[in-house]
């Protein structure tokens, strides 16, 4: 089992979201974040003061998937969040310890689908 | 991102308008006076005036609400560059083409930079009030206009091209529209039809205006796939309570007096506008399951805009009628006639508006009563058909130069700058690639 982290662009979420149903990865968490990466934050003006460096809005996706479902998870968030600029995102994969469905008590690879 | 630099365009047109109308600015005596100033009468309308710039306002909160928030300020920006720029083309050349002496087609170029326009009554126009107060008055309405078309292309265009088509809008489509109805010698005045607070003008006009933009700028890009919710009811009641106020000032202020044609028209506004705000909610409940908020502010405004043309014609019976039948037209154009016909006109600007002031239209020929308004006449249900088909007319002949002009002015636009902004900068909101600022901040 994994952990599969994405941030990513919040314009391209539905792009995403669609690759990932896709490729039959139904079940994900998204949350909104802020923070940036090599792209430094947007710039925006108020009465003639610029602001830069502020942090972007980003979309942080969350899925846990079966050993087989992680390249497919991949594959699909590439596909759908590449727009070839900086501030695409990143993907971070992680080892998931145990999974527990709280309605029926299910556990592990059962409890993940 | 690059972005084309279009920052001159707004100097460039405020030079434009002026250059047009400079020469003519000094100071000219009215008109000989025919009769006395009304104090009462005056302060009216004055007030009336105040309240109807209110609805511009109103409008960018009713309709900034319903946007998602990353198109929040655009759609504000919208309508505050309106209420700046449309008053200026307004004392420019706006009110001489709308209601100088011209042809029966459009006013002419005399009263340019309100030459001429003085503090003594115009009789033409009314014999009790100075006539720059009935200028700003009709100001107000040039002005909230074409702000209502906003929500057919909401969160999809270019402000670079919005704010040429909106000048363009309201100097080839609402002025001359205006002088066929209220202009002294406009054509659809001497063929006698009926709209005391324009309905015709105001609301058919920007409503197909709206149908037009809607159906060549295209569907918003994720329309298709899910429906886009409001981002924030809260201030879309907001807006639409200043839009119920305002319209006070809209409908009872177009009596151009404090008399009892003002106070009638006060009464059935607010009447109509009640009962529309209820029918919707109960439409809702029972098809949906529950009344909903945007439901009744929806019904609300569409009974605003169905009395409008009335409002100075016909009684609460009627006005209630009116107001009943007004959200069960809407409430179809909105979630039976869209759907099927598949065009996106984001906040309904043709579903409430261009349904709403038809329906008003054609509703002051079947109910208004000379028994309310002796100036006026008696519709079909008092005896005299004739005004229903005169209305229809009046109606159709609106909706056929608005349709016409608003699609070739939109054509041009494209032509010369492209109308819709790019897919990237609408997934990112135009906040942010239109204005360079945010609704909300991110995290403070």
Known sequence: ?113 | MRKRNVWWIAPAMLLLMLSTGVLADEATPAAAPTAKIDTGDTSWVLISSAMVMLMTPGLAFFYGGLVRRKNYLNVLMQCMIILAVLSIQWVVIGYSLSFAPGSKWIGGLQWMMLKGVGLEPYADYSTTIPHQAFMVFQMMFAVITPALIIGAFAERMKFSAFLIFTVLWATFVYDPVAHWVWGMGGILRNLGALDFAGGTVVHINAGIAALVTALVIGKRKSVDKHPIPPHSLPFSVLGAALLWFGWFGFNAGSALGANGIAVNAFVVTHTAAAAAALTWALIDWRIHGAPTMLGTISGAVGGLVAITPAAGFVGVGSAIIIGVMVSVFCFLAVSWLKPRFGYDDSLDAFGVHGIGGFWGALATGLFASKAINPAGADGLFFGNPKQFVIQLAASLVTVVYAFIITLILYKVVDLFIGVRVSDKEEAMGLDVTQHNERAYTALE
């Open chain 1, 1 to 113: 089992m994994k952990l599969v982290i994405a941030i990513i662009q919040p314009h391209r979420l539905e792009e995403v979201k669609e690759a990932l149903y896709k490729a039959e990865v139904n079940l994900i968490t998204v949350s909104e974040v802020f923070g940036h990466g090599r792209q430094g934050g947007v710039t925006e003006v108020y009465r003639g003061f610029k602001e830069t460096g502020n942090l972007l809005r980003k979309i942080r996706l969350e899925i846990a998937v079966n050993d087989s479902f992680v390249d497919p998870t991949i594959k699909a968030i590439t596909q759908g969040a590449r727009t070839g600029e900086i501030g695409d995102g990143k993907i971070f994969v992680l080892d998931l310890e145990q999974c527990v469905r709280i309605r029926t008590g299910e556990k592990g690879s059962a409890a993940i689908g």
